[in-house]
T-cell receptor, first 113, second 111 residues
Framework: EPEVTQTPSHQVTQMGQEVILRCVPI?????FYWYRQILGQKVEFLVS????????KSEIFDDQFSVERPDGSNFTLKIRSTKLEDSAMYFC???????????FGSGTRLTVV | EDQVTQSPEALRLQEGESSSLNCSYT??????LFWYRQDPGKGPEFLFT???AGEEKEKERLKATLTKKESFLHITAPKPEDSATYLC????????????FGTGTRLQVFP
C-alpha cells in the first residue's frame, strides 16, 4: 500500500538553529500538507501546498516557516530559527484529486533544546 | 468558529465489550468528516470519510455513522489490538482543504 515517508524520525536541535523536515508524498497525489502535534494536544494544520504554491496557511505558519517541493518527489518544511515552542511531532500528509482521505506519514519528532 | 469535540477523553473496555465514541462538530457546511486511528508515536491512520447525514461505513469491528451534528464510531467486540487513540476531523468548508481535529479518544482494550 502506498505510504508517505518522512525523515528523519527524530531531530534534536538547538534553539535558533535551522531545521529541514523531509517528506516523500504518495506519487500520484497532488495536494500536500504539514500538520503538527504538540505533546498531549490536538493535531493542528500548518500549511497546504498545491500546484507548486501555498494554497493556505495557518496563523502558526509565520515567517519562520517555509515549504518547498524541490523536485518531483520531495516536500520539505523548513524552520529558520527554531524556538523551544516548536518542539512537536510534525506530520506530512498528501491527498489525491478532490481531497478525500488524507494519508499521513509517521512523523518527525522535533525537539528544540 | 469551527470546532470538533470528542468524548469520552479516555475509555477502558474489556475485550468483547462493545461501545461507541462520539464526535460532535460545529461547522457551517460540512464537506467531510474523517476518522483516524493513531498509535503512540505514529501518524494518524485513515479509517473512514463520511460526507452526508445518514451515511454509514464499516471496516472489520468498526462502524462510523454521521448525523447533522455528530458522528459515532461504534466498536463491536473489541480486541486488545484495537487499543489506540481515535481522532475525528472535519474538513472545513469554502475553498479550503485543511482538517480540523478533535483531541481524540484514547481507547484501551484489556484481555
Amino acid at each position: 500500500e502506498p505510504e508517505v515517508t518522512q525523515t528523519p524520525s527524530h531531530q534534536v536541535t538547538q534553539m535558533g538553529q535551522e531545521v529541514i523536515l523531509r517528506c516523500v508524498p504518495i506519487s500520484n497525489h497532488l495536494y500536500f500538507y504539514w500538520y503538527r502535534q504538540i505533546l498531549g494536544q490536538k493535531v493542528e494544520f500548518l500549511v497546504s501546498f498545491y500546484n507548486n504554491e501555498i494554497s493556505e496557511k495557518s496563523e502558526i505558519f509565520d515567517d519562520q516557516f517555509s515549504v518547498e517541493r524541490p523536485d518531483g518527489s520531495n516536500f520539505t518544511l523548513k524552520i529558520r530559527s527554531t524556538k523551544l515552542e516548536d518542539s512537536a511531532m510534525y506530520f506530512c500528509a498528501s491527498s489525491g484529486e478532490g481531497g478525500g482521505g488524507y494519508t499521513f506519514g509517521s512523523g518527525t519528532r522535533l525537539t528544540v533544546v | 468558529e469551527d470546532q470538533v469535540t470528542q468524548s469520552p477523553e479516555a475509555l477502558r473496555l474489556q475485550e468483547g465489550e462493545s461501545s461507541s465514541l462520539n464526535c460532535s462538530y460545529t461547522v457551517s457546511g460540512l464537506r467531510g468528516l474523517f476518522w483516524y486511528r493513531q498509535d503512540p508515536g505514529k501518524g494518524p491512520e485513515f479509517l473512514f470519510t463520511l460526507y452526508s447525514a445518514g451515511e454509514e461505513k464499516e471496516k472489520e469491528r468498526l462502524k462510523a455513522t454521521l448525523t447533522k451534528k455528530e458522528s459515532f464510531l461504534h466498536i463491536t467486540a473489541p480486541k486488545p489490538e484495537d487499543s489506540a487513540t481515535y481522532l475525528c476531523a472535519v474538513q472545513a468548508p469554502r475553498n479550503t482543504d485543511k482538517l480540523i481535529f478533535g483531541t481524540g479518544t484514547r481507547l484501551q482494550v484489556f484481555p
